[in-house]
C-alpha cells in the first residue's frame, strides 16, 4: 500500500466505539488516515474522533457486511463481533485484521484453552462443560469460566464449595486449576501482515481482590532477566500459534516454582499496554495502527519507568460521571489522566485510566498509590 494510506482515498474501519478505539484514533488523526468507526450507541468514546460514525449493531451481520464493503482494512476493538460477515468480508478481499479464524478461536475460552493444549503451550489444567456440573472430580477451590461472553471480571468465579456452582449460567463453561502464582505478567506482541513481529516489555498486573479487574499495570515488571526473556519468546510462540495480524496481549502466571502459564489473550490493544502512550517510543494504539496497514512497526522499548492506574466507577454510584480530584492528580508530577468519554458511570465500569511516570518504577508505584486515592469516579449528585 505504501504512502497510499496517508492523506487520501485509504479508509480504515474500526468495528467497535468504546475507549480502544477512541485511542486508536490518536494516530489515524495524526497521520490523518481516514477512518469509520460503527458502533450501536452514538455516545460512545469514538463517536468525536473519526472521519464518519455508523451507528449499527456490531452483532448484525447485514450491518457489519454493509459497513465492512464500504473500507480497505478493517479492524477491531471489541471481539464480541459478526465473526460469520468478518468471513465473508475476507472472502470478498477486504483485509480484516485479525481475522475471523483468529476471532473464532479466542472469544470462546474453552476453544482457546484446547487450541494451547494442542499446541503445547503450557497452560493451567482445565475441563470443559456444556453447562455447570455439580458432579466432577476436581478439587475445591478451582475457578469456573464463561467459555463466552465474560469480560472485566464477570464470567469467572472462585467455586470454593458446590455450592458456588448451584447459580451459575447454564452455558459452555471451564473448570481450570487455581494456579499458585507469583505475579500475573501480561507481553503485548505486535506483527503486521507481511509476519514482522516484536515484543513489548513484559508488564507487572496487580488486580482488585473484589472486582477482578486489573488495579495496577508495572513496566517494566519486577522480575528478573531470564524470566522476562522467558516470557516474551512465549509470547512470540503464542502468536506464531494464532498467525494473527495486529497486537496480542499474553497474560501469563509466574509460578511460584518460576513455570509460567499462558492464562489468556486478546487480539487487539490492551488493558497491560495503556502505560505505553506516555512510557513507550511507539504506543500500543499506533502500533496496532501500523500492523494492519502493513507499515513498518515501531520501536517498543520503553522511554521511562511507568505505572498505569485504572480508573473505574465507585460503589454505590450509578449515572451522569463526576471526576472528583483530577486537578489535584494533574498538579503532579508525570500524572497524565486518560478520560474515555463515556457519560454514565456505575460501579467498577471503567472510565479512564492514569499513567504515572518516572526515571524510577518504584517510585512511579508509589506516586500511582496517592494518584489512587486522589481521584474518584462518582456520580453527579450523589
Known sequence: MGQSQFSSDFTLGILGGGQLGKMMLYTTRKWDIATYVMDKDDTAPSFEGCTVYFEGDIMDYEAVMEFGEQVDVL?????????????????????????????????????????????????????????????????????????EGGYDGKGVKVIRTAADLEDLPAQECIYEDMVDFDLELAVIVARNASGVMTTYPVVEMEFHPEANQVEYVICPARINLDI???????????????????????????????????????????????????????????????????????????????????????????????YEGIEEILALPGVTPHIYGKKETRPFRKMGHVTIVADDVVAARELAEEVKAKIKVVSVGA
Open 228 to 322: 522476562s526473556d522467558r516470557a516474551r519468546a512465549l509470547a512470540l510462540e503464542v502468536s506464531k500459534a494464532y498467525d494473527h495480524v495486529g497486537l496480542l496481549a499474553v497474560e501469563m502466571f509466574l509460578t511460584k516454582t518460576g513455570e509460567l502459564l499462558v492464562n489468556e489473550v486478546a487480539p487487539r490493544p490492551h488493558n497491560s499496554g495503556h502505560y505505553s502512550i506516555e512510557g513507550a517510543y511507539t504506543d500500543q494504539f499506533e502500533q496496532h495502527i501500523r500492523c494492519v496497514c502493513n507499515l513498518p512497526l515501531g520501536a517498543t522499548d520503553s522511554t521511562v519507568g511507568s505505572v498505569m492506574v485504572n480508573l473505574v466507577g465507585a460503589e454505590g454510584h450509578t449515572g451522569p460521571v463526576l
Open 75 to 147: 479492524t477491531i476493538e471489541i471481539e464480541n463481533i459478526n465473526v460469520q460477515a468478518l468471513q465473508d468480508l475476507e472472502d470478498k478481499g477486504v483485509a480484516v485484521s485479525p481475522s475471523a479464524r483468529v476471532l473464532r478461536t479466542i472469544r470462546n475460552k474453552a476453544i482457546q484453552k484446547k487450541f494451547y493444549q494442542s499446541h503445547d503451550i503450557p497452560t493451567a489444567a482445565f475441563e470443559v462443560y456444556e453447562k455447570p456440573q455439580l458432579k466432577h472430580d476436581r478439587e475445591y477451590p478451582f475457578i469456573w469460566k464463561s467459555a
